[in-house]
């Protein structure tokens, strides 16, 4: 379904987000226009939502305009059941003619409602969720749908890109998802596996899916399937909490670079600079306290937001990422208008326990480490040049006088990185 263009523009994305965090561009964007649904499903309770909640085609529009969002970026119109939107059709209609590079996702228990709209409003492909046989889809879904489904397939097929969307949940198997993956064959269309998850806005009630020899048990006919393998293989390593960055390991990555490291796990954990050991256990029975509240009352505990310091108060702080961090990320012009710097105190116990050296050693690739030569977040950077003990194409590269924050912006620092980049790249690739 990719093609290499969209492989190399997904990476050149990808390395434009790491390395201009505030220039960041979104290849997708998800729309959860309404809580409005007609199915019952199991494995997702946002048809009992009340009350229904829209946003409006103003809010989608102003999500449009922000400076994330491009013409390239591929935006997905869902709910809830997207078609049973009150605006649908002016939604659907302002995208046609504003955004072209729009997809619409559907139960398809409104099929006439579906072909009509797809037929009229053309976009760029049609999503349609089947999770088994005519029995499977009425105990998961609770509706009789399985015929509707079938009947948007047979009429839109030919018309526009079409990928049934089969979910693996707790409440159907893998023999379901064999029997979806002939379905597609048998109409010669495309199939996105998808596994359940618990997103908040879902209000799942199940845990998260559990089988035992979870690898053994995918259906062979997944490899007649495009990118869905590797996406289903992972699940079990994820959930278990194993899953490691792809280039610690995957020996289709064939060099590593990276800019002035921050090892969030670390920081979070130990402090800058290693500036809180002392409070390492206290921060944490906070970080439970408030992962605690959440789960019993629904409410989410954040930090109070941090009012912009005064120059005595930024003179007085001791580390220049703090300090330099407040004017490139809060006043400069590479400020953006949506970072609000304040996570949930809950997301603690995640990042506390996390670490970005945890597998270092399985990088065998040729590896290029860049940091500043005064910058105070240089001691993450020679941490993990250490812990890479598997490579010894290891390089580290210092650039002359510049800080953390200064390697993303000034121009005499800025300059040389790219550089260095195009160096290693064409030495190793
Ligand atoms: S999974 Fe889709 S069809 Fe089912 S309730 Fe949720 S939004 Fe509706």
Known sequence: MYSIYDYAYNGLLYLNNVMRPRH??????MIYSTTLCQSKCKHCNIWQKRPVEHLSLEDIQRIM??????????????GGEFILHPQADEIMAWFQENHPNYTLLSNCLAPRRVIDAVRRYQPRHLYVSIDGGRETYQRMRGRDGYDRVIEVVEALKDEVPLSLMFCLSPWNTFDDMAYVIDVAKHYGIDIRI??????AFFDTTSELLTASDFVKQIPQSIHDTQENYDFVELYDEWRNGHLRLRCQGDHRIKAVAALSMFNTGRVRRNGYADSQLATVQERLAKAAEARQQWVETGQVVCPPKQAIPTEEQLKAMPFDLYREGIYYYGTSKYRHENDGASAPVQCMLDLM????????ALIDQPLLL??????DSKYMTEEAMEKATGTARKEMYVVPGASHIKTYYVP???????QRLVEFFKKYL
């Open 65 to 78: 305009q922000s400076r994330c969002v491009t013409k390239r970026t591929t935006v997905g119109l869902e």
């Open 412 to 418: 005499e620092y800025v300059e040389q990185e790219p």
């Open 370 to 375: 860049m940091t500043g030569e005064i910058s």
């Open 194 to 199: 998808g596994i359940y998850g618990t997103m």
């Open 24 to 29: 960041k561009r979104l290849s997708q964007l």
């Open 353 to 360: 326990m996390w670490d970005a050296t945890g597998r270092m």
